[in-house]
């Protein structure tokens, strides 16, 4: 496979010294790999940090900035990052108000974030968690023991971090998380397997006219195989499933996701396929947001993530936020 890279050792590193490159707004650490806000620690606002296996851009780092994360820990490729990074970022965008880590259910990350909190907390840094569990397509899989974070991630570091630049104290921004972890469904699908560096081949066998239903984002396995669909079918079957466990009685976020190698022609129809789902099954829309946001490298093929939200929820969505990949109202 070609790949435009040095040598699989320095991936991490060279995309870390790019990203300092071209955002001189962010302070970027390549030897402890921490990205952070120039301007943190910010004077009474609570930090925001996450992070996770590097290949999932721009998740996590691309999301650092006002109105989102204060810092992002990027660990190797589908790998954790360790302790130590996490416990040197809540340093860094530690004001005093304590610091909320937004952690994707994958066995390792909790762990080591778990192990982070003791530590930061031990340095004197008051530390919240919130673990994100919102894939309904299985229920324990590789990695995970219950249900793998995927796109509600996005959700929860954007209205969370909109709250954290208000001013709120830790234990609402906190709560504000759980609340929108908890109002969110995902569901993926993949075409076409991914390629690590490390590997330089596909992690796994998807033979040619056959799709997989409920991916995970490094590749886990899903509920089933099957020929190719359309793009309606896979829209129809997507949203069944996050809406036979959402059950939403309100108004929806909605995120139509690229899982790396999907071109936004594609995403775009498949959205308008989401739209038509949606609207048929009686479910409104309040925002909606395409593009490839939570990938798996080269991974060609989506996921559907749905939030149901209040006003208040809608109204922090709607919150002026500038980071590498998400901005608007600035």
């Not at 991916?215 to 099957?226: A, F, K, L």
């Not at 976020?253 to 775009?268: F, I, R």
Request: a negative charge.
């Amino acid at each position: 496979m070609k790949m435009l890279i040095n040598v699989p050792e320095t991936v991490v590193a060279d995309a870390l010294r790019g990203i300092a490159a071209a955002h001189p707004e962010l302070t970027v650490d390549v030897e402890n790999r921490v990205v952070a806000r120039r301007d943190a620690p910010v004077a009474g606002k609570v930090g925001l940090v996450s992070g996770g296996g590097s290949g999932h851009e721009p998740l996590h780092a691309g999301f650092v900035g006002p109105g989102m994360l204060s810092a992002a820990c990027p660990g190797e490729v589908f790998t954790s990052p360790v302790p130590d990074q996490m416990v040197r970022a809540a340093a860094a965008v530690d004001s005093g108000a304590g610091v909320l880590f937004v952690v994707k259910n994958y066995t390792g990350d909790v762990l080591n974030f778990e192990m982070a909190a003791e530590l930061a907390e031990e340095e004197g840094v008051q530390v919240a968690q919130v673990v994100v569990d919102d894939d309904v397509a299985v229920s324990d899989s590789t990695f995970t023991a219950g249900r793998r974070g995927t796109g509600a991630t996005l959700f929860v570091e954007k209205i969370a971090g909109a709250l954290a630049d208000e001013g709120a104290p830790l234990d609402r921004v906190a709560a504000v998380a759980r609340q929108v972890n908890g109002a969110s469904r995902s569901f993926g699908v993949v075409l076409g397997a991914v390629t690590t560096p490390a590997k330089g081949s596909p992690t796994f066998d998807l033979p040619a006219g056959e799709l997989e239903l409920g991916i995970g984002i490094h590749g886990e396995p899903g509920r089933e195989r099957r020929p190719m669909m359309t793009s309606g079918e896979i829209a129809d079957f997507a949203v069944n499933a996050v809406l036979e466990d959402l059950r939403p009685t309100g108004p929806v976020l909605a995120l139509v996701n690229g899982m790396g190698a999907t071109p936004l022609l594609e995403l775009y129809g498949f959205n308008a396929e989401v739209h038509r789902a949606l609207s048929e099954r009686g479910v409104a829309v309040a925002r909606t947001l395409v593009g490839n946001y939570v990938t798996s490298l080269d991974m060609a093929g989506c996921s559907v993530t749905l939030c149901q939200v209040d006003e208040e929820l809608l109204r922090l969505w709607d919150a002026p936020v500038q980071t590498a990949a998400l901005r608007w109202g600035r």
